[in-house]
């Protein structure tokens, strides 16, 4: 399973951004996909996820804020992040369980200003 995530950037606080991830090859193979993020300092933590079925689970500091969502045509998750803060900025990976087993994507950058 190969994952490759886009749509980083910089923003203003109070913004939006919204992320993509792609997926490709075993990607029958998947159960659940999902967002962590990492900031400067600190341990990956989890965002977002969603199951195959669609169920989705979200940490409770982006309740209210962020949505994930799939395309299953495109083999492609999103993150729409709304009402973005300063505390949000990190790098964002985007990834998928098989069987298990863990697949990262390569990370994106999200910077909320001061």
């Known amino acids: 399973v190969q994952l490759q995530a886009s749509g980083g950037g910089l923003v203003q606080p109070g913004g939006s951004l919204r992320l993509s991830c792609a997926a490709s090859?075993?990607?029958?193979?998947?159960?659940?996909r999902g967002w962590y993020r990492q900031a400067p300092g600190k341990q990956r933590e989890l965002v977002a996820v969603i199951t195959r079925g669609g169920t989705t689970n979200y940490a409770d500091f982006v309740k209210g804020r962020f949505t994930i969502s799939r395309d299953n045509a495109k083999n492609t998750v999103y993150l729409q992040m709304n009402t973005l803060k300063p505390e949000d900025t990190a790098v964002y990976y985007c990834?998928?369980?098989?069987?298990?087993?863990?697949?990262w994507g390569q990370g994106t950058l999200v910077t909320v200003l001061q």
């Open positions: 990834n998928a369980n098989s069987a298990g087993w863990p697949y």
């Open positions: 090859g075993r990607i029958f193979s998947i159960d659940a």
